[in-house]
């Protein structure tokens, strides 16, 4: 598949995609050759990239979806989703060794459309959307700098109660209603807890009247300093 058939094929999927923000969609054919673009097709349940491996990708999911696994020893400590238009990758190709301390595997079926983001190390660039695609990711990196700082203040609470308070101010919210991106089971596994002791501290801020919870909604009833 040429770049041409990529953006018919995928040019919703690619505006949709944080590092083209801005970009004419008339530039995006160029950008990808630029980009070495390359589509794969992968299974469900399929390796993407593996813990240790020294070839790090950069990918965009262009249909499916696919999860980030990050472990502690041979434990799994955090788990990110990454659906249609997410980009991957970024931050492991930028940094030094390039060896992967993550693995990511497909859930369903997935088609991956790779970038070799090497290209823009120790080089000008020529034209102002590749100027603009470095600037789109030096942003996302930054983004993501801030979200593992809000993991790690979240972590750092000392109770319970405290790192779910912490979470819950983090996340965006409307009148103090919060929507969870995802159940109990996988917000334990965000908060780096057990599941069943989650379940009774949230049961018990609902009796204290500091949350009401209906399913993935939480409506903040009465701050709480975390």
Known sequence: MNEEQICRQYGEILRKCCIFEGIPESEYAELLEYLRAEVRHFGENESILKIGDTKIPSGIVLSGRAEQLFYSG????????IGEGDIFGTALVCSEPHEST???????????????????FGQSYPCGSQMRI???????LACQNIFLDTKLRIYSQRTLRNKVLAYLYSMPSENGIVKLPFNQTKLAQFLGVNRSALSRELGRMVDEGIIKTDGKTIEIIKKAAP
Not at 74 to 81: I, L
Not at 102 to 120: A, G, P, W
């Open 74 to 81: 041979f434990v799994q400590a955090d788990e990110t989703q």
């Open 102 to 120: 993550v693995k990511i595997r497909t859930v369903t079926e997935c088609d991956i459309l790779f970038l070799d983001m090497s290209v823009f």
């Open 134 to 140: 470095a600037a789109n990711m030096m942003r996302l």
